[in-house]
């Protein structure tokens, strides 16, 4: 589990084909600290499996499945990308809940600046033909920390749902599409949502 709050970002040392997957080596310094073999670390939002560690470098494979849905596949040496370590159960729990486990891939369409942040719009790469785009606005902060200050038009992302978002999705739906269209437990079960604060 993550929080999507970035630690740092490194930059991609190198790549070798390893099977039908790709050995990544990612340069880093925060996320080193305290990892061992195995541990998770989030690569662009990509949760992968550390194999090899140095003092100031680790390495990943990732898999032709990771490779082909997220945007690890077009990864070159050089490129910066964003880097945070799985949670512990002492962590703080800043941001949301996220497993690095991409739903989908995205293209930034259009970037606006304005003195106190950036507004991103975003194009979904699925099937529909409408209603695909959304924005957001980040803060100067986010920018400046994140791999997000090298975005331009047309860059491609990974993107993931809060996992409690997805958990109230499926309650929604279950509450909404009942077979039979019970409207009073409909009512009841909005209302249960709405007492624990998820609506």
Not at 35 to 40: E, F, L, P, Q, R
Not at 91 to 114: A, E, M, P, T, W
């Amino acid at each position: 589990m993550f929080t999507g709050l970035i630690e740092e970002t490194g930059s991609v040392l190198g790549i070798k084909s390893s099977g039908e997957g790709k050995i990544l080596e990612i340069a880093a310094s925060k996320v080193l600290e305290g990892t061992k073999k195995g541990d998770s670390i989030s690569i662009n939002g990509a949760c992968q499996t550390v194999t090899e560690l140095s003092a100031k470098s680790f390495s990943v494979f990732v898999s032709r499945v990771t490779l082909d849905i997220t945007t690890l596949g077009s990864f070159t040496p050089g490129r910066s990308v964003n880097l945070e370590r799985a949670l512990t159960l002492s962590s703080r729990l800043g941001g949301h809940i996220v497993q690095g486990h991409v739903d989908i891939r995205g293209k930034v369409k259009n970037i606006k600046k304005d003195i106190k942040g950036v507004e991103i719009e975003i194009s979904l790469t699925v099937v529909s033909t409408s209603g695909n785009d959304f924005k957001l606005y980040l803060i100067p902060e986010t920018i400046e920390n994140t791999v997000i200050k090298d975005w331009k038009a047309g860059t491609d992302v990974n993107i993931e749902t809060d996992i409690l978002a997805r958990y109230v999705e499926q309650m929604l739906k279950y509450g909404k599409g009942k077979p039979d269209n019970d409207t009073e437990n409909d009512a009841n079960f909005m209302g249960k949502l709405m007492e624990n604060g998820y609506v």
